[in-house]
């Protein structure tokens, strides 16, 4: 059964509601979602093999300690880049393998359209990173991406999600664990979240 990690941090709620707000523009939502995602990212990667390794200080010879794991950073684009850009900030030696999708709005089924994954991807972890989980047919189908291309452990970091998009994404993928922001009270009748915070890729870039 999937673990669903929904963020008790009092930073993520203060900045979720300003995050909302019809009223925040462009480069304040750029800031949120990048505040948001740090924490997130922090949570997310709170279990991380580490190994050992040697450190002279000034003063003496010692042992500190890396991290063990190849962590890649999977943006769904386009919303999920300034949660990208974010925590490549936190782990700048994460990969990052940028995914196309957008949502039909006729059939809200999600089409692929870009895919930068290396011929073989080698990560240990990857963490796909998408701030709205709605219906879940874009996160269930990046996650389907990765799985065939060999990616064995696989973590969900989203924003705002509805519950929805958390049934269908627990379903398909039982095995992965979903670190959120907040989970909100359900989908409209055109598919978007409620209270939700409108289109996550055009409050980041000035679309509309
Ligand atoms: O859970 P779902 O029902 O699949 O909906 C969520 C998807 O919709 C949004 O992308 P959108 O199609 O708006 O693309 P964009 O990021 O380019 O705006 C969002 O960023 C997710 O990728
Ligand atoms: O509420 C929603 C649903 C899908 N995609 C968004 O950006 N917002
Ligand atoms: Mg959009």
């Known amino acids: 059964m999937a673990v669903v990690h929904v ?12 995050l909302r707000a ?3 523009k462009p480069p304040e939502f750029r800031d949120l979602v990048a505040a948001i995602s740090r924490v997130l990212f922090l949570e997310a990667t709170a279990d ?3 190994r050992p390794v040697p450190v002279r200080t000034p003063l003496a010879d010692t042992t500190g300690e890396e991290i063990a794991a190849r962590v890649g950073l999977v943006p769904v684009l386009r919303a999920g880049l300034g949660m990208a850009d974010a925590m490549l900030q936190a782990l700048p030696e994460a990969s990052v393998w940028h995914l196309g999708l957008y949502r039909d709005h006729a059939t809200l089924k999600p089409v692929t359209y870009y895919n930068k994954l290396p011929a073989q991807p080698d990560m240990d972890v990857a963490l796909v990173l998408d701030p709205m989980l709605a219906t879940g047919g874009s996160a269930v189908a990046a996650i389907d991406i990765l799985k065939k291309a060999g990616i064995a452990r696989v973590v969900f970091v989203g924003l705002i999600a509805a519950p929805e998009g958390i049934a269908a994404l627990v379903a398909a993928h039982p ?3 979903l670190y959120l922001a907040v989970r909100d009270e359900k989908l409209n009748d055109i598919g978007y979240i409620l209270p939700g915070l409108g289109d996550a890729g055009d409050r980041q870039f000035g679309t509309r």
Do not use: E, M, N
């Open 22 to 24: 019809a009223d925040t």
């Open 7 to 18: 963020s008790a941090h009092p930073l993520v709620r203060h900045k979720v509601a300003r």
């Open 48 to 50: 991380l093999p580490l």
């Open 175 to 177: 095995d992965v664990p």
